[in-house]
């Protein structure tokens, strides 16, 4: 039953990544796999009888879902009821959960990494034949007409994961077709023109530069020519407009604008001093924004802020306590699989900046990997802050080895015995 639950979570998760190509076909497969995961996860642990102890990362996100639940219950009285995006609260924070009681090993924890690769492959490779049928006649590309900065985010998150199963899996085909994701991701997220995504997969590749030592001379030597060839056939069939978007990037950072992000942080800034404890309740930015916007009210395009001003400080402090203690998480990794989670976890952070995406699936899906990912070292005896041994070796079945005497006989009686 635990290979059937660990096998629905392995869908829901490629369903995730590739839900951009599902969308143009006007399905959402996640919201189907995702309870089916959750309904094996609860039968296994119905017939086995066994329930993890929880991380403090998973205490955290429960205690975040917890208080906007209080929040709907005592201070929100305008809400007659649950609002929509409680609810996704909820079943994200089943999602944290099944990862954790079904991929508590490290194998397990790489195959779900395959998993979200080869959606976003899938998603990488549609947008791609979206260009090719309809260049002439679009600006922007998004398969499945996803929003352009969300499908890059979730491109460039695949990276480091698609170049940690490449440099570690002893299955030669799936080192290749992870090896492969590069060119194919780096084309698809040109082809958005997202100057979020180019930031976050500029983040992303710092994994190759990181873990090149790591490699034997030919394999880096394919790393480095991959690289060179990707960015050239990006540069080469790119459109010149999006390149000059994406070029357009330092000069947005350098005057302040940041796409007009701008004005809408500092309206939400205005905001949350107006309620600063308990905040305005869930998916309510947009109205409480209002009245400090000339123009018409805009989602928040950071995440962090758009907790800020809908849950409050306290809120905000529980959600960035997920980030903080799957950061320390981290931390407890050995020294190759750190340098892998570092890059995958500052990744994720940047994409929450630009993007309202606290509620996305992708986030909490990432976040749940580095967290189970680490846990599955230390319980192997493996990680600590220095990447050390934290466990002594296995002692044998029959118990501690007891010290033998050795086969000789003392002088002595040697000497004797000769005399005799």
């Excluded at 369903?15 to 796999?33: D, I, K, M, N, Q």
């Excluded at 194919?184 to 023109?193: D, N, V």
């Excluded at 990912?373 to 044998?396: D, E, F, I, K, M």
Aim: proline fraction near 5%.
């Amino acid at each position: 039953m635990s290979k059937l639950a660990y096998a629905a979570l392995w869908v829901f998760v490629f369903t995730v990544s590739a839900e951009p190509t599902f969308r143009g076909f006007g399905v959402v497969p996640s919201r189907v796999t995702g309870p089916v995961a959750v309904g094996l996860t609860l039968l296994t642990i119905v017939l086995t009888g066994r329930l993890r102890r929880w991380h403090p990362f998973h205490i955290t996100a429960l205690l975040f879902v917890a208080w906007i639940g209080l929040g709907l219950l005592f201070f929100y009285t305008q809400w007659l009821e649950l609002p929509n995006r409680f609810w996704t609260y909820i079943q994200l924070f089943l999602v944290l959960w099944i990862v954790w009681e079904t991929a508590a090993t490290r194998s397990r924890q790489r195959g779900l990494m395959g998993a979200y690769v080869l959606g976003a492959s899938v998603s990488a490779i549609d947008t791609i034949i979206l260009f090719q049928r309809k260049a002439e006649m679009m600006r922007r590309f998004a398969a499945g007409g996803v929003d352009n900065n969300d499908l890059a985010m979730m491109l460039a998150l695949a990276i480091p994961m698609a170049w940690y199963l490449a440099t570690t899996s002893r299955q030669l085909i799936r080192r290749w077709l992870c090896t492969a994701y590069l060119p194919i991701a780096l084309f698809a997220i040109g082809l958005t023109g997202s100057r979020g995504g180019m930031l976050t997969t500029m983040i992303a590749l710092l994994i190759v530069p990181l873990t090149l030592t790591r490699l034997s001379p030919l394999r880096r030597g394919i790393a480095i020519g991959l690289l060179w060839i990707s960015g050239a056939f990006a540069l080469a069939y790119v459109p010149q407009t999006l390149m000059e978007r994406l070029a357009s990037t330092t000069g947005e950072v350098e005057e302040g604008g940041i796409g007009g992000r701008m004005k809408i942080w500092i309206a939400g800034l205005r905001a949350f001093t107006a309620s600063p404890l308990v905040g305005h309740g869930p998916a309510s930015f947009i109205r409480a924004v209002d009245p400090y916007l000339i123009a018409r009210a805009q989602v928040a395009h950071n995440s962090f802020l758009s907790v800020l001003v809908e849950s409050g400080l306290p809120g905000f402090l529980l959600f960035f306590g997920m980030f903080l203690t799957a950061f320390l998480a981290i931390l407890k990794l050995p020294y190759l699989e750190r340098r892998y989670s570092l890059v995958l976890f500052f990744a994720l952070g940047l994409s929450t900046l630009p993007l309202s995406s606290e509620e996305s699936k992708r986030v909490w899906i990432v976040l749940a990997l580095l967290v189970g990912l680490s846990q599955a070292y230390v319980n192997s005896g493996v990680g600590g802050p220095l990447g050390t041994r934290l466990s002594r070796p296995a002692v044998p079945p029959g118990g501690p080895a007891q010290r033998r005497e050795p086969m000789t006989l003392p002088l002595r009686t040697i000497n004797r015995k000769a005399a005799e």
